[in-house]
């Protein structure tokens, strides 16, 4: 079963507005990172949090992570119409090495002009 | 760095056919994946490789799978023979550390 739920399942929101999406996951992690689709093409690696870290920003990105409530959130600040893609969590089980990702479900996020 | 690469970028084969996925990694990078992503399933991990040994295929749903890493610049996950419900996009991705880069996605349809 996938590791990673995330919430919303789809999210639409206006061009400059702020977009949080969440991840819920099972089991104890090592680290816990956020990818980027857009339609038609690859994962994009976007952020890396690990265990005992608990915010982590890059540029318009903002990550937390509560290993107590086994959840994370993504945070984009003035979104983009290029921002308009499906958002992936992915973690790593503790004690299992962290070159093996297994990935949430996905929140799809549509930026309106 | 040219990225992953895979080909072919789409394969449209008749039910029965084989179907031979082709991936060649980021140069040293140690670790390459194979993934199957669906609507319905999301994305799967199928096998990963480390230094071009299997490393876990219990993703890969049967026999009917295989996949093979010759050497490190080079991977191939073949289906034989192929079915209506193998259409899916498969990615590659390779790693040398905790990030994953994955290819553009090969879309298989098989009618």
């Known amino acids: 079963s996938q590791q990673g739920e995330e919430d919303p399942q789809a999210l639409s929101i206006q061009e400059g507005e702020n977009a949080t999406m969440n991840c819920s996951y099972k089991t104890s992690i090592n680290n816990l990172q956020w990818y980027r689709q857009n339609s038609g093409r690859g994962l994009v690696h976007l952020i890396l949090?690990?265990?005992?870290?608990r915010e982590k920003h890059s540029g318009r990105l903002r990550v937390t992570l509560d290993t107590s409530k086994k959840s994370s959130s993504l945070l984009i600040t003035a979104s983009r119409a290029a921002d308009t893609a499906s958002y992936f969590c992915a973690t790593t089980r503790l004690n299992f090495g962290n070159e093996k990702l297994t990935f949430g479900t996905g929140t799809r996020l549509t930026i309106i002009p | 760095d040219a990225g992953v690469i895979q080909s072919p970028r789409h394969e449209v084969t008749e039910m029965g056919q084989e179907v031979t996925l082709r991936c060649k990694p980021i140069?040293?990078?140690?670790?390459l994946f194979w993934y199957r992503q669906t609507m319905m399933r999301g994305l799967e991990l199928l096998i990963y490789?480390?230094?071009?040994?299997?490393?876990?295929d219990s993703g890969m749903p049967e026999d009917r799978f295989s996949a093979k890493m010759p050497n490190a610049s080079f991977s191939t996950l073949k289906i034989q023979p192929s079915e209506p419900r193998d259409s899916a996009v498969y990615f590659c991705?390779?790693?040398?550390?905790?990030?994953?880069?994955f290819g553009p996605g090969t879309r298989l349809t098989v009618l």
């Open positions: 140069s040293g990078h140690d670790y």
């Open positions: 490789f480390n230094n071009n040994v299997p490393i876990d």
């Open positions: 949090i690990r265990s005992n870290e």
């Open positions: 991705a390779s790693s040398e550390a905790d990030t994953q880069y």
